[in-house]
Every structure is written in structure tokens, then in C-alpha cells.
Antibody
């Protein structure tokens, strides 16, 4: 059974940092592009970043470039999103997402507020 | 970046109605587009991939069409469980981009 589980969300002050994790099982993690998608409260979906299977290529939406870093550990079937210099507009539920197979996690909520 | 303009933003319809949702891309994306359904508090679920292929397990009342810059999602006969929000997603180039969403409500 495919499982995708995000963790690491929480409340953080503006300017702070947070690291999200995504643990995957039930599929060959190392062969897929994996993405982060977020959804601000009451708003639509926004693609944030993705990473190539071998980690050699990373892509980001402009609004997070230079602040967020996506990475993966194929030996541990895990994906991470290091988020620095957080802003109020980064408040959202963050989903780990394998687009080619339509695998989604349940999401983890990040709240940026003082 | 490729902009995806989705319309309408909301739609009121009745069970049994036929509805169509449109996404227009700001530049050609071949057929690199998927359609997603999202219900409150849940992760999205893909209905259609590569513009017109039905995801396994999705009812055949859902269909997609289009190529290049204009795409449609059609629900041939609305069922109660179809009332949700729908999004398109282009994956032709980075950053991938979603449409703004269409909230389908019961009339």
C-alpha cells in the first residue's frame, strides 16, 4: 500500500525557519520526481517545488526561490523542504505529491505568525 | 511562467446536469495537463491526465479534452458526490502552475 506522510508543520514567527519532511513507502521512491504543493487557508493550490529522482535538478516557484530548499534521501525514502525567512504569506497546508502517479500525503499545516 | 486561467470560478448546478470547466494556458503546453478534484479538508485527487486520459477508478462521466492552450473538463451527469472544487495543473514547464479553481455547488 502506498503511503505518503508529511510532518514538521507548526507555528513559526515571521523570519523564522521550519523543516518539513515527507516519508514515503509502498512504491519505488527513488525513481520518481517528487513535488511540494501548498494551499493557503481558503485558497487554491500552488505548486512550490520539485526534485528529480537522483536529486540533481530542483525547480522552485519564484516566490520561494532563495528561501526554500528541497532535498531527498532515496536511501530513507524521504523528502524534505527547508523553509527559511518565512513570511505570513507562506502560511498554508503543505502537501508532498508524486504527480506522475497521483500520490498525495494528508498535508501538514505551517502557520507563520507573531 | 505559464498562467492557467480557469473558468468559471464558481458554478451552481443540479444533480443530472452536464457541466464544463475550462482552462486556458498563456502559451502552448501540448497535452501536459491534469484535472483534479478536491473536497474540503482532503488532498486533491486526479481525474484526468495528459488532458484526456481517465484516471483509473474515476467514473466515466468525467472526460477531458484539449491540446495546446485550451482545455475542458466535462461532467456528463452530475452526481451528489461531484460537488467539490476542481483544478487544472500544467506540467509542461517550470514552475508548474494550477488554475485558480472552480467551486461546483448544488443549485
Amino acid at each position: 500500500e502506498v503511503q505518503v506522510v508529511e510532518s514538521g508543520g507548526g507555528l513559526v514567527q515571521p523570519g523564522g525557519s521550519l523543516r518539513l519532511s515527507c516519508a514515503a513507502s509502498g512504491f519505488t521512491f527513488s525513481t520518481y520526481y517528487i513535488s511540494w504543493v501548498r494551499q493557503a487557508p481558503g485558497k487554491g493550490l500552488e505548486w512550490v517545488a520539485n526534485i528529480k529522482p537522483d536529486g540533481s535538478e530542483k525547480n522552485y516557484v519564484d516566490s520561494v526561490k532563495g528561501r526554500f530548499t528541497i532535498s531527498r534521501d532515496n536511501a530513507k525514502n524521504s523528502l524534505s523542504l527547508q523553509m527559511n525567512s518565512l513570511r505570513a504569506e507562506d502560511t498554508a497546508v503543505y502537501y508532498c505529491f508524486v504527480r506522475s502517479e497521483d500520490y498525495w500525503g494528508q498535508g501538514t499545516l505551517v502557520t507563520v505568525s507573531s | 511562467d505559464i498562467q492557467m486561467t480557469q473558468s468559471p470560478s464558481s458554478l451552481s448546478a443540479s444533480v443530472g446536469d452536464r457541466v464544463t470547466i475550462t482552462c486556458r494556458a498563456s502559451q502552448g503546453i501540448r497535452n501536459d495537463l491534469g484535472w483534479y478534484q478536491q473536497k474540503p479538508g482532503k488532498a486533491p485527487k486526479r481525474l484526468i491526465y495528459v488532458a484526456s486520459s481517465l484516471q483509473s477508478g474515476v467514473p466515466s462521466r468525467f472526460s477531458g479534452s484539449g491540446f495546446g492552450t485550451e482545455f475542458t473538463l466535462t461532467i456528463s451527469s452530475l452526481q451528489p458526490e461531484d460537488f467539490a472544487t476542481y483544478y487544472c495543473l500544467q506540467h509542461n514547464s517550470y514552475p508548474n502552475t494550477f488554475g485558480q479553481g472552480t467551486k461546483l455547488e448544488i443549485k
